[in-house]
């Protein structure tokens, strides 16, 4: 009897540029080989601290390649950027409400997940800013007083913390991440070596 | 009338896994575009001090993952490679003879590179002991004794700093690092946007 094939697990920041890309190919590159993916909102903050690393944008010389990097790689994607204004930016609140809603429906999380990054990368949307992103809860159609009582509840701190966790002990210490079949993936740029796996397994 | 084509600055370190990987396609590419490649040994040492940057293996987590990257990065580009047992190691010595070389013949001097280059990471064969150098060299057709000359004389040892503070100067900050009519691409992962950039031009 076939067993399903087991869904990508792509871990994601919501002020990750190159997650933002990864975010938008991911979805059509499963279903070309019969895969689901399982997002999985974390924060790049805590994984970095984990792995004793910083933002790209930290360091000397690399900042300027970076930024730069950003916007090229969105364009070779065919996915439309315009770097933002204020970034980093601190992003718990849009993650607390991303484990809200796969607690009721993976698929209306994964939603809003395109809706926020979208936002910030395309719009400049700042989602570290209260007004901006109730403004954005309301578009979505959750409503601004739900989805901050969402985030300033312990409940989904705890939760968000809790993955956090779980993706540092399973490895990850960037976004994007991906891991298919138990194999580890990490960075926009690995979108090759994912798709040969796909295709031909194991290599 | 039509101008040359500019050559592609092509920035390598002995020690570094995915400039080994680039080092085995960048001609082959270069040339299905009618380029030429200039390669330029430079320490990663320097660069990294310069950018505040380490290796990826000197991370907790990340470690794991690089050292398993390096050898799947290799397979998926189709070139031989097992993980040196001692990485990474300083390769100043085979960095100076590939300046003494460049300076009387470009071509050889390429030569020189791809030869340390399979011999690290493809048979681990130590760069870093000077009897094992010397050995690479007398392979290689100019001389143990010459080699060891050249490694040793305040003139090259000169010439490898100031070609990694131009490096430095000219944004680099890690390797493998092209520079294609000025447009800067970091990493073995850039080829895909290397070769879109050959084919039709800036994007």
Known sequence: MATLPRPIDFYFDFSSPYSYIASEWIDALAAR?????????ILLGATFQAAELKSPVSYPIKREYSLHDFERSARFAGVPI?????????TQNAARVFWWLADQDRERATQWARHCLRAYFARG?????????????DDFGIGADTAEAVWNDPVWKARLKAENEAAIAAGVFGAPFFVVDGEPFWGNDRRPQIERWLEKGPF
Not at 33 to 41: E, I, L, M, P, S
Not at 82 to 90: G, L, M, V, W
């Open 125 to 137: 949307v700042d989602l570290s800013d209260v007004a901006q992103l109730r403004a954005l809860a």
């Open 33 to 41: 080989h019969g895969r689901t993916v399982n997002w999985k909102a």
């Open 82 to 90: 315009r770097n933002p204004e204020k970034f980093p930016i601190p």
